[in-house]
Structures are given as structure tokens and as C-alpha cells.
């Protein structure tokens, strides 16, 4: 299973790189910051870039802070991880700092993604914000209020609200459990 095999890289690596698809909305950005989340509290180094900036309406997202804009093109990781992107071409001029040699770790929700990467977890899902809080139950991650509250906000635009056909069972089920860390959902609207 490749959840199995992401836990072993994660594992073995200090440094990641996370980035996510040119104009991303709130799952792509909410799904890099979950993650780098998780993997901070790992004591992994991380990075965050996109090729554009954090828009502004965005800024109260917690930890917002950690994402940057691509400046220059020599950044130092040992793997990296794209998240919610069909295809490489997406990600814009990050693409440029990629090396061919290192892990890429492709974490995505559309069925029609192309698996571009050394290792995929493309799974059928409202959102990849669903999809990483799946593997965080399956590696075990006690999920902290910012990370329950970004995967929340993820999980909510990618499904209108809960009004889309993508929303399941499962995403309720999973909306039941972050909503036990007490956010407004209100305000988050």
C-alpha cells in the first residue's frame, strides 16, 4: 500500500518540499498546510513554495505564514510532495527546481491524475484535504486544532459547502471528528 511506502519515506527523510497548482485555491493550500504541519511536528525540515503568493484573503488560514513565493532556483530537499495537482505542468515554474534523482511524492483526489510522480496517492475523494487526513489516521498523527482546522476548510470549498456530489459519508464522518476541536465554522465561511 502506498501510504506504507510514503511512512517509510517520511521516515528516512529530513527535508521536504511541498508545493501545490498555479492560482491554488483553499484544499491545494489548506492540504500544503496540514502537511507541513505534520511534518514539523515530526521535526522534518519543510518548505512550502508555490509559485505565486499567499492571496491575501487567505492570510488567516492558521500558519499561513509558512508558505512562500519561488524566489530563485536553487532550494535544498531531500523529497518532494505535490499535492492536489493532476498533472506536473501545474505546479508552473516550481517544476524548474525539481530534481529528477529526488523521491516525488504525488498526493491528489482527481481520478483524472496522471501519476507523475515516484509515488502516488491518488485516491477518489471530495477533496485532498479527505485524502490527507486518511493518511494521517493511518500513520498514526493525533491531529492538533490548526491541522483539524485547515483539513476542515479544505474539505468544506472542495465540496460547496458540503453541497457537491464528491461529499460522501465518509467526508461527514470525517468533518464529525475535526469539528470535535471547537473552530467556528462560521467564521471560517
Same mark, same amino acid.
Not at 75 to 103: H, N, Q, S, T, W
Not at 104 to 127: E, M, P, Q, R
Given at each position: ?29 489548506? =492540504?500544503?498546510?496540514?502537511?507541513? #504541519?505534520?511534518? %514539523?511536528?515530526?521535526?522534518?525540515? +519543510?518548505? !512550502? &513554495? ?13 500558519? =499561513?505564514?509558512?508558505?512562500?513565493? #519561488?524566489?530563485? %532556483?536553487?532550494?535544498?530537499?531531500? +523529497?518532494? !510532495? &505535490? ?9 508552473g515554474k516550481v517544476k524548474e527546481i ?35 487526513y486518511d493518511l494521517f489516521v493511518q ?51
Amino acid at each position: 500500500m502506498n501510504s506504507l511506502k510514503i511512512k517509510k519515506i517520511l521516515k528516512e527523510h529530513q527535508n521536504f518540499l511541498i508545493s501545490t497548482h498555479v492560482n491554488p485555491d483553499p484544499d491545494a493550500l489548506c =492540504s500544503e498546510l496540514a502537511l507541513g #504541519l505534520f511534518l %514539523k511536528s515530526l521535526g522534518k525540515k +519543510v518548505g !512550502i &513554495i508555490n509559485e505565486d503568493s499567499l492571496p491575501n484573503r487567505f492570510k488567516f488560514f492558521p500558519a =499561513s505564514g509558512f508558505i512562500k513565493k #519561488l524566489k530563485g %532556483k536553487n532550494i535544498d530537499y531531500d +523529497v518532494a !510532495i &505535490i499535492l492536489d495537482c493532476g498533472d506536473l505542468k501545474r505546479i508552473g515554474k516550481v517544476k524548474e527546481i525539481l530534481k529528477p534523482r529526488k523521491p516525488l511524492i504525488n498526493i491528489d483526489h482527481h481520478i483524472t491524475n496522471d501519476n507523475f510522480g515516484s509515488l502516488n496517492l491518488v485516491v477518489s475523494a471530495s477533496s485532498t484535504s479527505e485524502v490527507l487526513y486518511d493518511l494521517f489516521v493511518q500513520l498514526g498523527f493525533k491531529l492538533t486544532h490548526r491541522v483539524a482546522t485547515l483539513l476542515y476548510l479544505g474539505i468544506m470549498t472542495d465540496t460547496g459547502s458540503f453541497r457537491y456530489e464528491n461529499t460522501t459519508a465518509h467526508t461527514h464522518k470525517i468533518v464529525s471528528h475535526l469539528m470535535k476541536f471547537r473552530f467556528s465554522v462560521n467564521e471560517l465561511y
